[in-house]
C-alpha cells in the first residue's frame, strides 16, 4: 500500500525530508541546501540519466522515504545492464525499524529480479551497515567517496526475494 512518485528535481516535501534524516547528515558536515539537492540527484557525468530514478515514497499520504538508484550502473564504473547501483536511500529516521527498509528493498527486487543490486555505504554509517548486512548484502570492497571512506555492498535480487 506503499505510493511511489518520481520526482526529477528537488521540491519542498523532499527538502523537509532531508532536513529530518538528522543522524544520517551529522555523518557529513553539509549544509542542506535545495541546490546540494539537486546536485546529490545527478548522476555520475556521463551516465544516462534515462536510467536514473528517485522516488519519493509514501503510506497515507504521507512521505516515508526517498530512494535514488540507476540502473546499468555498477561499483567498476563499467555499464553493464545487468547492474542497479542503490544512491541514495533513506527512510524516515522516526520510522526505523519497522520493516519498511526491507518492504522498499524487497519491491525493487521484484521490479528488477533479473539484476545484481550495489550501493555504497558510509563506514560511519552504522545503521546502514546494519540494515544492508540484515539484508544478506555482501562486502565486495572499499573505497572512497570524496575524502569518505564507504563500503561497497552487492546482492542478487533473486536472493532477496
Known sequence: ?????????CDEELYQF???Q?????????EITYD?????????????ERNHFHYKIYEHQTMIAYIDYMLGYRFSMKHDSHYLWIGLF??????????????IITHLCKQYPTH?????CLVQNKNGLSFW???????????????EEVIIFEKQSMEVL
Request: net charge negative; aromatic share 16%.
Open 1 to 9: 500500500n506503499m505510493k511511489y512518485q518520481l520526482v526529477h528535481s
Open 18 to 20: 532531508y532536513l529530518r
Open 22 to 30: 538528522r543522524t544520517y547528515f551529522s555523518l557529513d558536515v553539509q
Open 36 to 48: 546540494y539537492i539537486n546536485q546529490d540527484m545527478l548522476g555520475p557525468e556521463g551516465f544516462d
Open 90 to 103: 533513506m527512510v524516515e529516521e522516526s520510522l526505523w525499524h519497522r520493516h519498511y527498509g526491507k518492504q
Open 116 to 120: 545484481t543490486l550495489q550501493l555504497a
Open 133 to 147: 548486512k540484515a539484508m544478506g548484502f555482501q562486502e565486495i570492497a572499499c573505497s572512497y567517496w570524496g575524502h
